[in-house]
């Protein structure tokens, strides 16, 4: 029998045999560097949750007295700027006082430079011991009216100063706890204000996830946002503290629970808000980097 003659196998056909064998192969090599190098960048390490500080200002009553109507009482979410007038007491009756102590200092001040005077000629042409020992006498007494009328004066002043509360900094209104025409007491709060930008980042690090956290180690933080930006630990604590519960429900993954968790507090240097704006109690996430900062 003639032998059968063999068929040469297409081009086109051992192309797409061998790219159905090499590239499922060379997509692994590369999801698997992918993969080991997001480990080590990322995940190595190790993970936590930290809370950007929210800066707050208790601003309290200075007197106790009833606070008086204003045009623009402030109201929560409203904007101030330091030295902004939040409240006011009625000061008219302090006011009227000051002005008669005012009119009373100014009189004795007067007499009392006259008196002076008078004792400077005394004492320079000469005169009688006992009439020098008068204008003496007289002069001292002056002093102590004056000294009297201006510690009257000045202490009208600061309780003037009391009637009117400013705000502390610039920042947002985040509670009001006091209107108009409500009385309140001496250290009472009637205002929170809370700044717009945070100082540092509090962050937690349970000592049993393999973690252990340096001053100057960078850290790689991300948003709410899902951008991200570099940073460094400014201090570590050197005792385990509580971790407040809506962390431990965000590093679950899990609903916010009750259970008690502990970990050595950190704190991270805040980014530069062109790289990463975050606000006040906003929540981030903390990946520790094996290197340390310059």
Wanted: with cysteine; hydrophobic share 35%; charged share 25%.
């Amino acid at each position: 029998m003639a032998e059968l003659e063999t068929i040469p196998t297409p081009l086109n056909l051992k192309w797409k045999r061998l790219r159905y064998q090499i590239v499922p192969i060379v997509v692994f090599c590369v999801c698997a560097l992918a993969t080991a190098w997001l480990w080590k960048d990322y995940a190595s390490g190790g993970q936590a949750y930290g809370e950007v500080t929210a800066v707050t200002y208790q601003v309290a009553s200075p007197r106790e007295g009833t606070l008086i109507e204003l045009s623009e009482y402030p109201k929560v979410l409203d904007r101030v700027t330091p030295g902004k007038v939040l409240a006011k007491f009625d000061s008219s009756k302090i006011e009227a006082r000051r002005k008669d102590v005012g009119e009373a200092l100014k009189k004795s001040q007067k007499e009392l430079a006259e008196a002076t005077e008078n004792l400077a000629e005394a004492e320079k042409g000469g005169g009688a011991k006992a009439t020098v020992d008068e204008f003496k006498a007289k002069v001292a007494a002056l002093t102590a009216v004056v000294n009297e009328h201006r510690t009257a004066y000045n202490d009208l002043e600061r309780r003037i100063s009391e009637c009117t509360i400013v705000s502390p900094a610039s920042g947002t209104v985040t509670a009001v706890k006091h209107q108009p025409n409500e009385f309140v007491k001496q250290g009472e709060e009637i205002f929170v204000i809370t700044q717009d930008s945070g100082s540092y980042i509090v962050s937690y690090v349970r000592p049993y996830g393999g973690v252990v956290p340096k001053k100057d180690q960078q850290v790689l933080l991300r948003g709410q946002s899902r951008k991200t930006a570099a940073s460094i630990v400014q201090e570590v604590g050197t005792k385990l503290e509580p971790i407040p519960a809506h962390q431990l429900g965000v590093t679950s993954g899990k609903k916010q629970t009750t259970t008690t968790d502990w970990g050595i507090p950190v704190r991270i240097a805040m980014p530069k808000e062109e790289h990463l704006p975050l606000k006040p109690g906003e929540l981030v996430s903390v990946i520790f980097r094996n290197g340390e900062g310059q």
